[in-house]
């Protein structure tokens, strides 16, 4: 059984009486160990299907199945457990929070966790010095650039240790080399066996996925693992 | 790292909004421990003064021709000629069924004598008791200690121009005037003070009292029933209980314990709403926030819990201060409120209770915030930039 699996999943918004089917019917499987990358046109339900996998946000019908658990099933407060334990989220917008340094924002998701408070903070100093940016931790996110602050965004998805990494357009809003630098870190992390699902309309970052998910109108156009497109290139 | 530690951090890295919310609090906490602390000095005072007045029954005879008034009290009609009082009735007093409760009984006899060109009222008591008893007196020089003392009222020292050590005669005896009364600013004033059995003589009513003071110190006496006990030992005379001048004041009182419950209400009503509305924007405005929170895998539960711990830290400090300040301005509006110097009681349980009431408005004020906070759907409070 694979590690992540869709299975027809459908997702329709209904906002001002307007329906729009945001997802109309996935279904794919994601091995452990992979860095998918997602993408397709704005509007084309890329966040819509990493929110449902993240367990943000309830399908209009299908299911999420994780390492055995289907998400759907859990309630509302058990799936904020399953986030906890199983996922590390990156977003575009960094989503910092203002008012907590570097280090508390990375010690964030174990903030309700029974560990020692050193602990802890052995923790966030571990990852924060993965990410290159130990010598950052007392600082606030205004104090720090966009590349720092999308690295302090990694060190938070990582510090728990989660099976899955999802990140949303994490080199949106960086300029080219930060990204490079941002893909780089992920490549690292998915070499050293972490798995990764990425959103990204940015085709330049594509080399780094080892299987791109095309979605067109709430469905996945096109299924390409890096291995079949290496094979078209040589064919 | 904890959710105190997030709570906390929030509050000290958002100043200005955590002061409008204590701000906001404070003020209701402040007006209620201040009326309550207000109101509370005064019954103290009330208390203090009914208590130094010793004597809470006052007996008298039963005549209407003249009024009398003593201790500020309407004695109903009492005149100076009238029928006396037997002194040997008086034994009867100690008899009565709540007789424990007597704490002590001041017999006293009045009249009317020339000194020089003046009239004076001459007030001959048992010495021992009755200046045991006027605690609040306060004499320049010495209490009366025998029959050829006198201590003389401020007024009528004042009207004689009488000082502590003066030889005076009346009715051709010559007495010492051994002290002088401070200004009582009550019957006392206008008082020629003596001993009993003097007084009985030169007023030639040997063996008869004017009016009996009794006093039943204690908090919780059951006065009204002594009165009447009293009564029934001691018929053809006019007992009555001085409580009715107490329960007149204990009226106002109440009224003005009233109308501060309300004013304190209607503040504190206020305060909960400045918190209410401030959490609500607090909230919407950490909508996104709150998505991360629950992204990161807070259940409803910590959010609701960070958010409670927030407003029950601002509200404790909101308490402390709101207490503090109640405090401070009950100790600046009291003296406005009594002629003579009350004490402001620091009161530990008022302090409790301040504290506790800031906590209970916070919380309440603050629930339905967090409970919305808590429900918002991740993804929708992610979206919202
Ligand atoms: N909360 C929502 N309410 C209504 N419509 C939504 C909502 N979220 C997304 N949509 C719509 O669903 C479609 C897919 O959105 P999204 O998943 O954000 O696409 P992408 O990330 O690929 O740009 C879009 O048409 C978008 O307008
Ligand atoms: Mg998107």
Known sequence: ?235 | MKLESIAFNNLRRRKSRMAFLVLGLMIGVATVVTLVSLSSALTADIQHKMENYGANILITPRSDNLSLSYGGITLGGVSVDSTEIQQVDLEKIMMIPNNRNIAAVAPKVLGAVEIGQERVMLMGVDIDKEFHLKRWWSIDGLAVTNDRQLVAGYAVAQKLGLQVGNKITVAGEEFQISGVLAKTGSQDDQLLIGSLPMAQQLLNKNGTVSLVEVAALCSECPVTDMVKQIGSVLPGVEVSAIQQVVKTRMHSLEQFRTFSLVIAGVVLLIGALVVFVTMMGAVNERTREIGIFRALGFRRSHVMRLILMESSAVSLLAGLLGFLTGMGATEAILPFMTEQEVKTLWDPALGAGAILLALVVGCIASFYPALQASRLDPTEALRSL
Do not use: W
């Not at chain 1, 940016?133 to 998805?157: F, K, M, W, Y």
């Open chain 1, 1 to 235: 059984m694979s590690f992540v699996q869709f299975s027809n999943l459908h997702k329709v918004y209904n906002s001002d009486a307007v329906e729009v089917k945001a997802l109309d019917g996935i279904s794919v499987e994601i091995e452990e160990g992979a860095f998918v990358g997602v993408m397709g046109p704005s509007g084309s339900g890329k966040s819509t299907m990493l929110s449902i996998l993240g367990g943000l946000c309830h399908p209009t019908e299908g299911a999420v199945v994780v390492d055995g658990i289907d998400l759907y099933q859990l309630n509302s407060e058990k799936r904020a457990d399953f986030r906890r334990e199983y996922l590390g989220f990156v977003f575009q917008a960094f989503n910092l929070i203002p008012y907590l340094t570097a280090e508390e924002n990375v010690m964030l998701p174990l903030a309700v966790k029974k560990i020692h408070s050193r602990q802890k903070k052995e923790m966030a100093h571990s990852v924060l010095q993965r990410v290159g940016l130990g010598h950052r931790a007392g600082h606030l996110p205004n104090q720090l650039s966009g590349g720092e602050q999308e690295r302090v965004a990694i060190a938070r998805a990582l510090v728990n240790e989660p099976p899955l990494i999802l990140a949303d357009e994490p080199t949106g809003s960086l300029d080219t080399g930060t990204s490079r630098e941002i893909m780089q870190l992920l490549s690292v992390l998915n070499k050293e066996g972490q798995t990764i699902v990425m959103v990204t309309h940015n085709d330049e970052v594509r080399s780094y996925f080892d299987r791109t998910l095309l979605l067109r109108d709430g469905l996945i156009a096109k299924d390409v693992c890096k291995r079949e497109e290496l094979y078209a290139r040589v064919g």
